[in-house]
C-alpha cells in the first residue's frame, strides 16, 4: 500500500499553486503599497515643494519691487514710482496666502513665511509709508529702512533655504521608495519565476517520469510481454495507478493462463471431433451401407416369397439406414464449417448464385428466382455457396400447395456490412420459432410432409456467424418467410 501521508502530485502542485498565489497577493500589496508612497512623495515634491520654492522666489522679487519703488519715490518724488510698490503688496499677500496652503506639512518654513510676513509689515509701517508721506532723500530713515529691509531679505532666504532642504528631501525620499518599489517588483518576478521552476521541476520528476515509466511498461505489456512487471513510483496517486495496472496486469496473465488452457483443451476437443468426424464418416457410414443393401437384396431377391409386412419392414429398415446416413452426412457439414473450410478471400456473390441456380436447376424449374446484383466479399467460396444453396432450398422446399415458388433475393448496404434477404411465397414460420429454427435438428413439420434433418438453418447460422455476421428470421413478413443475414463489406 502506498504511504498517505506522502503528497500526491495533486497536492504538490495546489501547494505550489496556493504559495504562488500567496506571493503575488503579498507582492501585489507590498507594490501597491509602495506605488501608493512614490505617488505621495512625487505628489508632495511636484504638486506642493516644487511650486513653493517658485513662489517663494517671487515673494522675494515682489518685496525688491516694493523697496526699490519707495526708494525711486523718495529721490523722484513722482507718484507714478508707487505704482510697483501697490503691486508687490498684492503679489506678497498672493503668494503668502499660497504659500500657507503649499507649506502646511513643512512646519518650521512655515513660521519662516510668518517671519518674513511680520518682518514686511513692520518694515512698511516703520519706514515705507513715512518715505512716502515725506519723501526726503536726506532723512534718516532712507538708511535705516535699507537695514531694515535687508533684514527681511535674510529672511526670504532663510525661507528658500528651507524650502529647497525640504526638496532636496523630497528627492531623496522619491528615489527611496523608487527603490523600494524596483526592489519589490524585482522580488515578485523573481519568486514567479521560482515557483514556475519548482512546478516545472516537480512536473518532470515527480509526474512525467514517472509516467514515462508507467507508460513504457503498459507498452511491454501491450505489446505481449506479460511477465513484465510495472513499477510502482512517483506520488502515491501515481503509485496507486501503477499498482492497478499491475493488478489488471496479473488479472490479465491469469486469465491468459485459463485461456491457454482452455485452448489446449479446445485443441485436443478439436482433434477428437475430427477423429469423430473420421469414424463416422468410415466405419459408421459401411455398416448403414451393408444394411441398406443387404435389405434391398433381400428384398429383390426374396419378394415373391414375402408377405407385405415383411416388405414393410425391410422398406422401413431401408429407410432408416438412408436416414442415418443423411443425418451423419450433414452433421459432419455441420462440423467442417470453420475447420475444414476456412479459405478466405473475395468471393463474387453473383457467380456463386448463378452456379446455385445451375446446381439447383431441377427443383427450380417451377420456380421464379429474383435477384439483386450481388456484391463481393470476404469469405470462403464453399461456405458461401452452401449458405444461399440452403436458402433457396428451403424456400423451394416449404412452398404452399399448388403454388409456385416465388423467390427475391435483395441486398441493400447497411453500417459497414451488406444486408441480405431471401424471400418466399410458402407457408412461412411463426414468430414464436423464430429461435427455434436455427437449432441443429430441429423440425417444424413432419418427416413425411417435408423431408430433411432440421440442421440447414442451423448450417446457414454457422456460416454466417463464422463470416461475422447475423442470421435471423423477419417476423414483419407475413406472405411467406423472409430469412435476412449480413456479411462484412470487403476491405478497399
Request: aromatic share 6%; proline share 4%.
Amino acid at each position: 500500500m502506498t504511504d498517505r501521508r506522502r503528497l500526491t502530485s495533486q497536492r504538490l502542485f495546489a501547494l505550489t499553486i496556493g504559495a504562488m498565489t500567496l506571493l503575488i497577493a503579498l507582492g501585489s500589496w507590498a507594490g501597491y503599497a509602495s506605488l501608493a508612497e512614490t505617488t505621495r512623495v512625487t505628489d508632495r515634491l511636484q504638486l506642493r515643494i516644487s511650486p513653493a520654492a517658485t513662489a517663494v522666489v517671487e515673494l522675494g522679487a515682489a518685496l525688491v519691487d516694493q523697496e526699490t519703488a519707495v526708494r525711486g519715490f523718495v529721490l523722484a518724488r513722482e507718484r507714478t514710482f508707487l505704482d510697483p510698490y501697490s503691486a508687490g503688496i498684492e503679489t506678497e499677500q498672493r503668494l503668502a496666502d499660497r504659500l500657507r496652503g503649499l507649506l502646511t506639512d513643512e512646519p518650521a518654513a512655515r513660521a519662516r513665511l510668518e517671519a518674513v510676513e511680520k518682518a514686511a509689515a513692520g518694515w512698511r509701517t516703520a519706514y515705507a509709508q513715512p518715505l512716502i508721506a515725506d519723501p526726503d532723500p536726506q532723512s534718516p530713515l532712507v538708511v535705516s529702512s535699507k537695514t531694515a529691509f535687508d533684514a527681511l531679505r535674510a529672511d526670504v532666504t532663510d525661507l528658500q533655504r528651507l524650502v529647497d532642504d525640504a526638496r532636496t528631501a523630497g528627492r531623496a525620499d522619491l528615489d527611496t521608495s523608487r527603490h523600494r518599489r524596483d526592489t519589490i517588483f524585482g522580488i515578485i518576478v523573481g519568486g514567479l519565476l521560482v515557483g514556475l521552476f519548482a512546478i516545472a521541476f516537480m512536473l518532470q520528476r515527480l509526474v512525467l517520469r514517472p509516467l514515462e515509466r508507467l507508460q513504457a511498461s503498459v507498452r511491454r505489456i501491450a505489446d505481449g510481454d506479460f511477465e513484465h512487471h510495472v513499477p510502482a513510483g512517483g506520488p502515491p496517486d501515481l503509485a496507486e495507478l501503477g499498482a492497478d495496472v499491475e493488478a489488471m496486469r496479473d488479472r490479465i496473465v491469469t486469465a491468459l493462463d485459463a485461456s491457454r488452457a482452455q485452448e489446449e483443451r479446445l485443441r485436443r476437443s478439436n482433434s477428437d471431433l475430427e477423429q469423430f468426424a473420421y469414424v463416422a464418416s468410415h466405419d459408421l457410414q459401411e455398416p448403414l451401407r451393408k444394411i441398406a443393401s443387404f435389405c434391398q437384396l433381400l428384398q429383390r431377391r426374396y419378394s415373391p416369397q414375402l408377405d407385405d409386412r415383411a416388405r414393410q419392414y425391410i422398406a422401413f429398415a431401408v429407410d432408416g439406414a438412408t436416414r442415418m446416413q443423411a443425418l451423419i452426412n450433414d452433421l459432419l457439414a455441420f462440423s467442417r464449417v470453420g475447420r475444414v473450410y476456412d479459405n478466405v478471400t473475395e468471393v463474387d456473390l453473383a457467380t456463386t448464385m448463378r452456379r446455385v441456380r445451375s446446381d439447383l436447376e431441377a427443383r427450380l424449374s417451377a420456380a421464379t428466382l429474383e435477384c439483386d446484383d450481388l456484391p463481393v466479399v470476404q469469405g470462403d467460396p464453399t461456405l458461401l455457396a452452401m449458405l444461399l444453396q440452403n436458402l433457396v432450398s428451403n424456400a423451394v422446399k416449404f412452398r404452399k400447395p399448388d403454388t409456385d415458388p416465388h423467390i427475391v433475393v435483395h441486398v441493400e448496404p447497411e453500417d459497414g456490412f451488406h444486408r441480405f434477404s431471401v424471400q418466399d411465397n410458402g407457408i412461412g414460420i411463426e414468430p414464436q420459432f423464430e429461435d427455434k429454427i436455427f437449432v441443429i435438428f430441429q423440425r417444424l413439420h413432419p418427416r413425411d410432409v417435408y423431408p430433411g434433418t432440421g440442421i440447414g438453418l442451423a448450417i446457414c447460422k454457422r456460416i454466417v456467424e463464422h463470416h461475422g455476421g447475423r442470421i435471423w428470421l423477419d417476423a414483419s413478413y407475413t406472405d411467406g418467410a423472409r430469412i435476412c443475414f449480413t456479411l462484412p463489406r470487403a476491405s478497399g
